[in-house]
């Protein structure tokens, strides 16, 4: 090979090895979509006195008012690994309720939320208000896109957004 053959062959060993070293693999982000909603939690202890749920959410001048329909919550019980790191766990009722209000677009600006309940014989329980932020968050990296939640916990004491 004659010093024409060997220029070329290091010029293309160069372009393709820097080639690889500036074009990382792209990340791949998981293909699921956010629901625009308010998530709410009644506590297990106040549960058993919440027969009916409405809320009204107000952001950017818009509200939404809706009846909620509640599930009860779980707890995930873990089950261990065996030796070859196979884990698991499983769902287990944990005495809560919960339930979401959906929304036609979610934000960080400040919410107002109100809770409407009544007892399961039908009287009507206090009603609770809440101001808060929803919160932002990139749970599978910056290359995924921001995540926006409001999820609150519904008690004997009041509203309070959720940790």
Do not use: H, W
């Not at 909620?68 to 766990?89: H, M, N, R, W, Y």
């Not at 979610?106 to 014989?121: F, N, Q």
């Not at 009287?123 to 101001?131: D, F, K």
Request: net charge negative; with cysteine; aromatic share 6%.
């Amino acid at each position: 090979m004659g010093k024409p053959g060997v220029l070329l062959a290091l010029m293309t060993t160069a372009v393709l090895t820097s080639g690889c070293y500036y074009y990382p693999a792209p990340t791949p982000c998981p293909m699921i979509a956010q629901a625009s909603a308010v998530s709410v939690t009644v506590a297990r202890e106040y549960a058993p006195q919440v027969g009916s749920l409405r809320l009204k959410a107000c952001q950017d001048g818009v509200c939404k008012e809706a009846g909620v329909e509640l599930f009860p919550g779980t707890a995930s019980i873990d089950q261990g690994c065996t030796p070859e790191g196979v884990c698991s766990a499983t769902a287990s009722p944990d005495g809560t309720m919960i339930g979401m209000l959906m929304l036609e677009f979610l934000t960080e600006a400040p919410m107002a939320l109100t809770a409407t309940a009544a007892a399961p014989d039908g009287s009507a329980l206090p009603v609770r208000t809440l101001n808060f932020r929803p919160r932002g968050a990139y749970p599978y990296g910056e290359q995924c896109g921001k995540f926006v939640t409001a999820s609150v916990i519904l008690d004997s004491q009041g509203l309070r957004q959720a940790a």
